[in-house]
């Protein structure tokens, strides 16, 4: 297949273009570049691409219409991976048009170019964010969404919400998957894992929210990656059992899919700290501070529904994923 990944120079987006291609596919990437976090480290992911066989950038903001529907035209590609968007919670409190202009006006646009060009398959990054306060653990895709804590949030779930009008109006297979706090190489640098190890390998103090107590479904990207793709494989398909009277795990009358992917296994932020400080073989210093707003206290996955859909299961511990980070981050910034 040709497949298109919106934001291939982001973090869930490069590891996603690798896969693709070791399954011999040819990807078609864009992304619009955008200073949120280091360019660089986004060069650099596409460098890592640029090296692949059957691998094409083209640098695109999915927020310019013509821009997309141009490359649409361009490009013949079956089915999509949209995971560009405008991430972070607290970043929402302050830049929120970048949000309306990113993951609203560039979600409409997708969704007008898979319906022009007749797109088999649209898989899309929604969020757990889109749980907001719910305190029913674990979170199931049954579970009212109807209450976002964040800016953010509110425009995933309205992601959540165009997809299934159109797939409700033109029969587009769309699967969303609510992604749980992922992490690994080549991750986002506003991340708090991130930024947590920079600061100790620094010597600096780190930032704990909430006085630690916080629960957090952290996710490894390969994890990750082996449910996005797998979804992908299997495009949505209409439920004949559904009834909107009753509760549904994010399904519907027509072919539209929600998934929760998480690891299933929620984690004391304690504890995470813990492991990164030994991978990198240094105690933190810590500054306790209250809940940020737009913050939750705890995040918990119910992977079933993807599981009995798609097979895939969540087998990296966070012992062996921050292994991998921090072995990675020593590695790209050159510690010693």
Known sequence: MKILITGAAGFIGMHTAQRLIADGHQVVGIDNLNDYYDVQLKRDRLARLAELPGFTFVQVDVADRDALMALFDAHAVTRVVHLAAQAGVRYSITNPHAYGEANLVGFLNMLEACRQH?????VYASSSSVYGGNRKMPFSEGDSVDHPVSLYAATKKANE???????HLYAIPTTGLRFFTVYGPWGRPDMAYFSFTKAIVEGRPIQVFNNGDMLRDFTYIDDIVDGVVATLYRPA???AAFDPLLPHPGRAQKPFRVFNIGNQDPVALGDFIAAIEAAVGKSAIKEMLPMQPGDVQATYADVSA????????PKTSIRTGIDRFVAWYKAYYRVT
């Open 118 to 122: 007749r797109i088999e398959h649209l």
């Open 237 to 239: 398909t209409a439920d």
């Open 306 to 313: 993807l599981a009995e859909w798609t097979g895939v299961q």
């Open 161 to 167: 919400l165009m997809a299934h009008a159109y797939s």
